[in-house]
T-cell receptor
């Protein structure tokens, strides 16, 4: 089945540890996105990538890093520099970049930092 | 002032009622998306529109570009429609700005 997967669904980490969230898609989409959702707030863009080996900061990139070495994969690392990392993280992809297109979302990873 | 305002924030309806959720935005857009988020957190795209009106089953989305306003309508609402509905204008470069969402509860 074609789709976008994120793992794990729930993730617990100790404060000060880096953690990497996985996002994989087999939809042959060029563009991929990472969003963060906090209770009572709209989704906010962390990073996005329009093509392999290229990515841009979104609105809240501080304390996060990404890579896009393969078209199918766009992992997000939450570093110890992120002051409030506990949140729900959603990955999305779209077929093309630079123009209006439907975004397809993964199921999300709920990160809790203890 | 937020760039995207949705109303109402919460909506409770009886099964069968006609439902309207409104979205006003202040940014220039290339398209506007309506999304549905279920209690488990998963998000599904319902509509992407840049003008006029689109219909899919019992759902209808309209947009007025000049007034910077969009509406999502649900006809003959059903308890399975209970979810959070999110308006997300798309600006240049495929970037979405998200509203805070409207929590819809449809009671049987």
């Amino acid at each position: 089945d074609g789709g976008i997967t994120q793992s794990p669904k729930y993730l617990f980490r100790k404060e000060g540890q880096n953690v990497t969230l996985s996002c994989e898609q087999n939809l042959n989409h060029d563009a991929m996105y990472w969003y963060r959702q906090d209770p009572g707030q709209g989704l906010r863009l962390i990073y996005y990538s329009q093509i392999v080996n290229d990515f841009q900061k979104g609105d809240i990139a501080e304390g996060y890093s990404v890579s896009r070495e393969k078209k199918e994969s766009f992992p997000l690392t939450v570093t110890s520099a992120q002051k409030n990392p506990t949140a729900f993280y959603l990955c999305a992809s779209s077929f093309r970049a630079g123009g209006p297109d439907t975004q397809y979302f993964g199921p999300g990873t709920r990160l809790t930092v203890l | 002032k937020n760039e995207v305002e949705q109303s109402p924030q919460n909506l409770t309806a009886q099964e069968g009622e006609f439902i309207t959720i409104n979205c006003s935005y202040s940014v220039g857009i290339s398209a506007l998306h309506w999304l549905q988020q279920h209690p488990g957190g998963g998000i599904v795209s319902l509509f992407m529109l840049s003008s006029g009106k689109k219909k899919h089953g019992r759902l209808i989305a309209t947009i007025n570009i000049q007034e910077k306003h969009s509406s999502l309508h649900i006809t003959a609402s059903h308890p399975r429609d209970s979810a959070v509905y999110i308006c997300a204008p798309e600006t240049s470069g495929s970037r979405l700005t998200f509203g805070e969402g409207t929590q819809l509860t449809v009671n049987p």
